[in-house]
């Protein structure tokens, strides 16, 4: 990425902070299986996981934490790590291919560009269930296509923070279109006003599985790219030099960030600084090489978000706190300290 | 010329009047009247304009007098006061940051200013008013943003993004004690989300009712200097003005308006991008168009409101969506325009 240290990372440190990641992100994910918001302890959580798991048979008491143990939280868990996982990568694409280090679906206008989406269908007849997913993907699209155009503005591509701002209006002009329709529409409030503030809670496991074809699609996309993507941050003639299309790649990298954010917010509504956080992390643990940011940016991502989601059922028991209010908490100072630590061009 | 030089009769003084700037305000004064009028006019039950002029003198029916005297001239007085004061305090924040998109809603004192609010509306164990939690979440949100960018002026974009992720903070802390309050009615929620007119607390409009005519004198007893401030620290130095003072007294004066503007209205920020713009348009190059910016403030939040009472009735809009949604495309023209400076 521009303006960071070229420094030279041992082949294998990689790879050793992938391995820790994903331990981290297993014990977080036993963590958000144990501990809620609910009277259901630690301890009854475990013997309740180790009767789902294990299979025992067990006493009434029992019964009712495997209920929540196996019902409740075991969905929410997987969905805070296809979320985190997914936004985080979609934050390294966008990244990489506006050659932005700011560069961030939640503060470009992506997710909100989705939820308006949602908004429409919903306001429109859609039932949530069925038509959310792919209306969140065509959202995003949408928002997607809008942060590229604005990005080869002549003088807004080379301007790191005015491309941000242009998204933090962009995402405030569809936040407001979003509240509008809510205020429209009774029914369409009740049905998203909780979703609209980003939560991971009362998710059914057949909204999981109509994430995954998006998300496989996005990966496959994501694989394919990750080399072509590392030439265009050489930049553009030396891709082409090497046999890559930018136009092609940026495509592919608009479908795949769609997808990947359309998949997110459908499920766990507008989140942001996720995409932002988990990249930052991801380069300062790994170096400037795209690929590995990449792919370290997926465990980061993931664990950010379980671990914004555990806080956001212990903090204010036994009420739950919106889980876009603590990734912001948490994403806001790193924007700060980006801004602060780079030598942005045009800072 | 659009100067004319205007002589005592003992020619011992003169002044300058900016011919253009004096059209500006007085078209602006004349929409402005019009529109609030109109505000006074329309309604749940209209009111024929007469029949309004005279209720606000307190003639006619007494139902009517009640509705424009107790109603909507509150109302009218809470919508004019905080715009100017929001477009007041956008037109200082951009002159003293030399940068058009250096308003206090985009750079987090707004969002400051209403999580302290809010604090005090939720009762999470502060006594003070809200006007006066608005005054130290502002103060505190502009004191980060400083820490956190070093100063203003001479990195203005870092300034901006500070501001954004100070701002962005405030307003996850705002609905984190939204979220903790049992307020299920949404529309208790909205002023401090989208910002509203619809409940006003009288106290914070009395408030404003005496700071603001106290602010707009301070700011033009600012404004040879900000004209000067506007080019450089040096140039403004060369002309002997106190560079350092000045930023402070004209940010002092942008946090106080602010705050005070939020308590009243909620966060309505984006009245202090176009007020200035507007102004900024209508009037002449030289100088800073404060007292122009303040018209064409108190007139677009009086619009807004009206429209968004009107526009869908019984169902309302709140003012702050409807500047969001008009604002927002002209920010971003702004913003994108191809090969334009921002700065200065």
Request: charged content about 10%; overall charge positive; aromatic content about 4%.
């Amino acid at each position: 990425m521009t303006g960071l240290p070229l420094v030279s990372v041992p082949r294998n440190r990689p790879r050793l902070w992938l391995a820790l990641l994903s331990a981290g992100l297993a014990a977080a994910c036993v963590a958000s299986l144990l501990f809620g918001a609910g009277s259901t302890g630690p301890g009854a959580s475990l013997r309740g996981l180790l009767a789902w798991i294990a299979g025992l048979d067990a006493g009434p008491d029992d019964a009712r934490a495997r209920f929540v143990v196996e019902s409740l939280r075991a969905p929410r868990t997987l969905i805070g790590v296809l979320v985190g996982a997914a936004l985080g990568a979609a934050g390294a694409l966008l990244q990489a291919v506006t050659r932005n280090p700011l560069a961030e679906p939640g503060l470009l206008g992506v997710s909100a560009g989705s939820a308006l989406a949602v908004a429409i269908a919903i306001a429109l007849g859609a039932s949530a269930a069925t038509l959310r997913v792919p209306v969140a993907q065509l959202g995003a699209l949408a928002g997607c296509v809008a942060v590229l155009a604005a990005s080869r503005v002549r003088g807004v591509g080379d301007d790191p923070i005015r491309l941000v701002l242009a998204g933090a209006v962009l995402s405030g002009l569809l936040g407001s279109l979003t509240s509008m329709i809510l205020l429209f529409d009774e029914r369409t409030a009740d049905e998203i006003r909780f979703w609209v503030v980003g939560s991971l809670a009362g998710r059914r496991p057949a909204d999981i599985m109509a994430l995954l074809p998006g998300l496989g699609v996005a990966l496959a996309i994501v694989v394919v790219i990750a080399r072509p993507l590392a030439a265009l941050a050489l930049g553009e003639r030396v891709a082409t030099g090497l046999g890559h299309r930018p136009r092609t790649v940026r495509l592919l990298v608009i479908v795949a960030v769609a997808l990947l954010v359309g998949s997110a917010t459908a499920i766990a509504g507008p989140i942001a600084f996720v995409g932002l956080v988990a990249p930052f992390a991801a380069r300062l643990l790994a170096g400037p090489d795209i690929r590995r940011t990449l792919w370290l940016s997926l465990p980061i991502g993931a664990l950010l978000t379980v671990g914004a989601d555990i806080a956001s059922r212990l903090l204010v028991r036994p009420s739950e706190l919106p889980l876009g209010v603590l990734t912001a908490l948490v994403g806001a100072p790193v924007l700060v300290a980006v801004v602060r630590l780079r030598r942005l061009p045009g800072l | 010329m659009w100067r004319i030089a205007a002589r005592g009769h003992d020619g011992r003084w003169s002044i300058l009047v900016d011919k253009r700037a004096t059209a500006a305000n007085l078209l602006l004064t004349g929409l402005l009247l019009a529109a609030s009028l109109a505000s006074l006019c329309l309604g749940s039950a209209s009111i024929g304009a007469t029949a309004a002029l005279r209720g606000l003198f307190g003639h006619g029916d007494a139902m009517t007098v009640f509705v424009i005297r107790e109603l909507r001239l509150t109302r009218l007085a809470a919508g004019l006061l905080s715009g100017a004061a929001f477009a007041l305090a956008g037109c200082l924040m951009q002159t003293l940051a030399r940068n058009r998109l250096a308003t206090p809603g985009i750079i987090g004192i707004d969002n400051g200013a209403t999580a302290f609010a809010v604090a005090s509306v939720v009762g999470t164990g502060f006594g003070l008013a809200p006007p006066a939690m608005a005054l130290a979440g502002a103060a505190t949100a502009t004191a980060i943003t400083f820490g956190l960018a070093g100063g203003v002026g001479t990195r203005g974009y870092r300034f901006i993004v500070a501001g954004i992720g100070v701002g962005a903070a405030f307003g996850a802390g705002t609905q984190l004690m939204l979220a903790r309050a049992p307020i299920d009615n949404a529309n208790t929620a909205y002023p401090w989300t989208v910002g509203s007119l619809n409940a006003a607390d009288p106290l914070a409009v009395e408030l404003l009712a005496v700071g603001l005519p106290a602010a707009l004198v301070g700011a033009g007893l600012l404004a040879r200097a900000l004209a000067a401030v506007r080019f450089s620290d040096a140039v403004a130095r060369g002309l002997g003005i106190r560079v350092g003072r000045c930023r402070l007294h004209a940010l002092a004066l942008a946090v106080l308006l602010s705050a005070l503007a939020v308590a009243v209205a909620g966060p309505v920020g984006l009245i202090a991008l176009m007020g200035p713009e507007i102004a900024r348009h209508l009037s002449s190059r030289r100088g800073v168009p404060l007292f122009g910016a303040a018209l064409a403030g108190a007139l677009i939040m009086v619009v807004a409101d009206l429209v968004g009472r009107r526009v869908l009735a019984p169902i309302e809009i709140p003012a702050g969506l409807i500047t969001s949604v008009v604002g927002a495309p002209f920010l971003l023209w702004i913003l994108l325009r191809p090969g334009h400076r921002i700065g200065a």
